[in-house]
């Protein structure tokens, strides 16, 4: 068997026999009809609800939320099928702001605004705004949510009589599905309530693909209604190529949901069986940093056997991401020893220890990273210099065990590939409660 597995602008061959090989799990195939254009446009004249045109009438302060550089977003092909609209309906760029919803993310560096915005980054470089969630004079505090999360939102959302919400939908490994109500919290959410919400995802109902009873995503939920200007939601879902698959536009939460049905066509993705090592790699843009990486971590693991070793390919280019979590795992003794601590005290980014953590108490954990060996040490991950290599060590070491046929399941673009193994699930639950 031989396969490329891609690492930043090249691909690292991989070898191994034929019988050794489970699956090769990537997202399934889509049936794409028509161009990016088209399909946006055929969302737009298709809403659920009323149409973008008269949404748009008597606005005169329209806000744009639109990803940052962490996303595969099809930004500008959205704003190709926006502007048009917008002239159509007498709204001049004097009436927009395009607002980066970071949410606890670093702002845009240059290169990356003008990957967000591609053709149009000339045009509307100008308008756009980050989101800082710790600037609290941003902020209006509205309340909290079921779950005791306070709400803190952009003040640019209330200084609004437009507001139109975009982004991609795909599996998220504790709020279900990015997109949607995502837009708002943790997107333009204030630090605090972000620390907050995160916090949810260490219970056990907080997993990818998870909406119902999952207390993040009811967070999410909670703070729509309390936005008072009438939003439009405009949700695109990707194909495994990164390809624009599908569209849908108008109601909020009915074009989420109908995304939500199309992604889980494309990116669950069902195996035979639990394997003994898992390859699972970042795909650009999800292989930023480590914090971003770390979604393949975790669908990788879903379908690794206990003892078992996953191997993550991911340059993270811009090093760890979020120093909380790191520093965290570099502190403690061992990785139940990381999720004691977070019982006495959570702070943003120990869900990510937390996951981390529950995937190295119970398997070997290798990355062919750009990351320093002993920055992964501290977080008991093993450095590898290339896939063959870790791959190598670990037939060897599976074999050791006993096992004289190891299986290898590969997931190309393991962030989003979420497989479903016959046995089933494995969920982290470390006790917490969100009520």
Not at 162 to 178: C, D, K, L, M, Q
Not at 204 to 217: K, T, W
Not at 275 to 297: E, G, R, T
Not at 356 to 364: D, E, F, I, N, P
Request: glycine letters at 8%.
């Amino acid at each position: 068997m031989k396969i490329e597995i891609p690492y930043l602008k090249k691909t690292f061959p991989l070898e191994f026999p034929d019988e050794n090989l489970l699956a090769v799990a990537e997202p399934n195939d889509f049936t794409v009809t028509g161009t990016p254009d088209q399909i946006l446009e055929g969302a737009l004249k298709t809403p659920y609800g009323p149409s973008l045109e008269d949404f748009l009438k008597g606005g005169t302060r329209v806000l744009i939320i639109i990803n940052d550089a962490t996303r595969p977003t099809p930004t500008e092909a959205i704003l190709r099928g926006l502007l048009p609209v917008f002239e159509k309906t007498g709204i001049g760029t004097e009436n927009l702001t395009l607002l980066v919803a970071t949410g606890a993310h670093r702002s845009p560096t240059e290169e990356e605004y003008r990957q967000i915005l591609g053709a149009f980054y000339d045009k509307l470089r100008s308008l756009c705004v980050h989101h800082d969630a710790r600037k609290d004079e941003d902020m209006v505090d509205l309340g909290s949510t079921r779950n005791g999360t306070p709400i803190l939102l952009n003040k640019r959302l209330f200084d609004a009589d437009r507001i139109i919400a975009t982004g991609s939908v795909e599996p998220h490994y504790f709020a279900g599905f990015t997109g949607g109500r995502k837009a708002f919290l943790p997107g333009v959410a204030a630090y605090k309530t972000i620390q907050a919400n995160h916090k949810q995802a260490l219970s056990g109902a907080a997993h990818s693909l998870a909406l119902e009873g999952n207390p993040v995503h009811e967070d999410m939920m909670d703070a729509l209604p309390l936005i008072k200007a009438p939003v439009f939601s405009l949700m695109t879902v990707l194909d495994k190529t990164q390809r624009l698959a599908a569209a849908t536009t108008g109601d909020l939460l009915a074009s989420f949901y109908a995304a939500v049905e199309i992604a889980r066509k494309i990116f669950c993705v069902k195996v035979p069986a639990k394997a003994d090592i898992v390859i699972s790699a970042a795909k650009f843009p999800m292989d930023i940093d480590l914090y971003q990486s770390q979604k393949a971590i975790d669908n990788g693991a879903a379908a690794l056997k206990d003892g078992g070793t996953l191997i993550l390919v991911s340059s993270c280019r811009d090093g760890i991401g979020d120093e909380a979590y790191a520093n965290l795992l570099a502190s403690a003794k061992s990785p139940a020893d990381t999720i004691s601590r977070i019982r006495e005290g959570y702070k943003l980014g120990y869900h990510k220890a937390a996951k981390m953590a529950a995937v190295s108490a119970r398997a070997t954990v290798k990355a062919v990273t750009e990351l320093p060996p002993e920055r992964l040490a501290g977080m008991f991950i093993e450095s590898a210099p290339s896939p063959q290599a870790a791959l190598d060590e670990a037939l060897e070491k599976t074999r050791s065990q006993g096992i004289p046929l190891p299986t290898i399941l590969i997931l190309p673009d393991g962030c989003v590939t979420v497989p479903d193994p016959e046995e089933g699930w494995r969920h982290l639950d470390i006790g917490f409660k969100s009520r």
